[in-house]
């Protein structure tokens, strides 16, 4: 489990803090030199793989300038504030850049806030040691700019006023207009701001004012609120000073009061604000980081391999939940397939119970199926009547003298009858069909006139059943002993009728 830990650096050494529920604890504290460099480095190896730090500097050697420049963002911006913190910081590492607004006229040009510590030797032994240890740092941060994020106007009321809070550093001023830090000054003291404030605190406080009035950041004559972020005792320090007059107001904010307001845990009554910027400094995220961002590579791949392993943890708990999910569907689905077994053998002993009920068959049941496959066979030969009436019809029409009496027809198996399949079977089977006809009355006795009219009719009708059409019987008998009689031998023939039959072969149903 990560802890998170607070570094609070000053010109005196190091002192290490570890945060719990919101509170800053005093874990070890290191001087400035080599040996406890030595012992910081040898403390910070052995819980750096379960700590994240945040580094809070507190040094008097810093440095503020506010310059105006066109208000332009992204990579350009960058690059602008980049080439502005070279101009005023030359070859300073550890230094920010903060907007303070937009000018209200004219090009609403933006007003930059440019800090800086100026001298890096105070804070390059503990971050080499951190950075040679590949130890978690979120970021490296100042008290100026950790006030400014604390107190703007929006969330703690102050507008144009002179901040004072002690620290174990010493005694810090910082001028906030409209909310927002302008200038911030140190005066440090080895026995913290207390100390200094009971003895010289009123004189640094004027010495502020009048280089705040010198640098035209405050009119000469204007009153400013003195904002004394301490307790009652500390108040009633300065107020016996005589320090407040016209110009300077003296203004009691209690830590007590400010955490309330910022929903911090309470510190406790003493004058001293560190736990207050140590709890602020928990909360705050988004607080100016100072410096380059090589120091904070380690804290984003801890973090980046956090990512990958939660994201891995969630494709994790979506393939179990993925894979319990088929694991209850299998068992849903063999508990209905064991339900459809089930119903298949109930319904397969209530078949095998019907048939034990029923009446002993008059044939073996393997006959009875061949019976019944040739009755199916039989049923699809059955051949419409319009398949043996249409050549007969066209026929008939070009010759309307005839008249039909009957039409008998019959399935010649012969052919078929060494298929196996009942579509061969079908396709290899022939009907016959023999037509009666009845000639005209007037043809009696006209016996060249009959048969003329027979072969005429039978012609036809090939041109529409085939080349199997024969004439079966003529209306009259050759023999050989007699002739072919005209009109003339009518008398004699009246009494026979006159009848022609024809045949005629089609194809089976399963052929054209």
């Given at each position: 489990m ?9 010109s005196?050494?190091?002192?290490w803090?570890?945060?719990k529920?919101?509170?800053a ?8 030199g ?5 012992v ?27 310059d ?6 992204g ?7 980049n080439?502005?913190?070279a ?15 937009r ?19 105070v804070?390059?032994?503990?971050i ?42 010493g005694?810090r ?5 409209q ?20 003895g ?14 010198g ?5 000469r004559?204007e ?15 300065l ?7 016209d ?10 009061t400010?955490?309330?307001?910022l929903?911090?845990?309470a ?14 400094l ?22 980046a ?10 494709v994790?708990?979506?393939g ?8 209850l569907?299998?068992i849903?689905i063999?508990?209905?397939a064991?339900?459809l ?49 249409q050549p ?9 003298e005839?008249?039909l009496?009957?039409v008998?027809?019959q399935i010649d ?5 060494a ?23 007037y ?22 059943a ?11 008998d ?13 008398e004699?023939?009246?009494d026979?009728p006159a ?6 072969v089609?194809?089976?149903p399963?052929?054209?």
């Amino acid at each position: 489990m990560s802890s998170r830990h607070i570094l609070y650096i000053t010109s005196d050494g190091l002192r290490w803090f570890r945060l719990k529920s919101g509170r800053a604890e005093l874990f070890a504290s290191f001087d400035t030199g080599e040996a406890g460099q030595q012992v910081f480095a040898a403390r910070l190896a052995e819980v750096r793989e379960t700590a994240t730090f945040a580094v809070l500097v507190d040094v008097a050697d810093e440095a503020f300038h506010v310059d105006v420049v066109p208000a332009v963002s992204g990579s350009d911006r960058r690059a602008m504030l980049n080439r502005k913190l070279a101009q005023h910081f030359y070859g300073n590492t550890y230094t920010a850049a903060t907007s303070l607004g937009r000018e209200k006229t004219g090009r609403r040009d933006e007003r930059i806030l440019f800090a800086a510590v100026t001298r890096q030797a105070v804070l390059e032994p503990w971050i080499d040691a951190l950075t040679r240890t590949e130890a978690r740092v979120s970021g490296v941060h100042s008290v100026p700019l950790l006030l400014d994020r604390m107190l703007e106007r929006k969330r703690s009321g102050f507008g144009r006023c002179l901040l004072i809070n002690l620290t174990p550093a010493g005694l810090r001023q910082s001028f906030l207009d409209q909310g927002r830090l302008r200038f911030s000054r140190l005066t440090a003291h080895h026995d913290g701001g207390a100390g200094l404030l009971k003895g010289s605190g009123s004189d640094e406080i004027r010495k502020t004012h009048a280089y705040l009035t010198g640098q035209r950041l405050l009119a000469r004559g204007e009153p400013v609120d003195v904002v004394v972020m301490a307790g009652e005792r500390e108040f009633e320090i300065l107020a016996g000073q005589q320090l407040g007059t016209d110009e300077l107001r003296l203004v009691l904010a209690p830590c007590s009061t400010i955490a309330a307001r910022l929903k911090l845990p309470a510190p406790s009554e003493s004058g001293d604000s560190l736990p207050l910027l140590l709890s602020a400094l928990d909360r705050e995220a988004d607080c100016l980081h100072l410096g380059s961002q090589s120091i904070l590579r380690f804290h984003r791949i801890h973090f980046a391999r956090r990512a990958v392993f939660g994201a891995a943890a969630v494709v994790l708990v979506a393939g179990l939940l993925f894979s319990g999910k088929l694991w209850l569907d299998s068992i849903d689905i063999r508990g209905h397939a064991d339900l459809l077994r089930q119903r298949a053998a109930d319904q397969d002993v209530r078949y095998r119970e019907l048939i034990g009920s029923l009446p002993p068959l008059p044939a073996p049941l393997e006959q009875l199926r061949t019976l019944i496959d040739d009755i199916d066979r039989l049923e699809s030969l059955s051949i419409p009547a319009i398949r043996i009436l249409q050549p007969l019809s066209r026929a008939l029409e070009n010759e309307p003298e005839l008249t039909l009496v009957r039409v008998r027809w019959q399935i010649d198996q012969s052919s078929a009858s060494a298929t196996t399949t009942a579509a061969d079977w079908a396709a290899d089977t022939r009907v016959i069909a023999t037509a009666d006809l009845r000639l005209p009355d007037y043809l009696e006795g006209d016996q060249r006139g009959m048969i003329e009219l027979s072969e005429r009719f039978s012609t036809t009708l090939t041109r529409y059943a085939g080349d199997t059409v024969r004439i079966v019987r003529l209306p009259i008998d050759l023999q050989s002993s007699q002739t072919l009689r005209g009109r003339e031998g009518r008398e004699a023939l009246s009494d026979r009728p006159a009848a022609l039959e024809i045949q005629y072969v089609l194809k089976g149903p399963g052929k054209n």
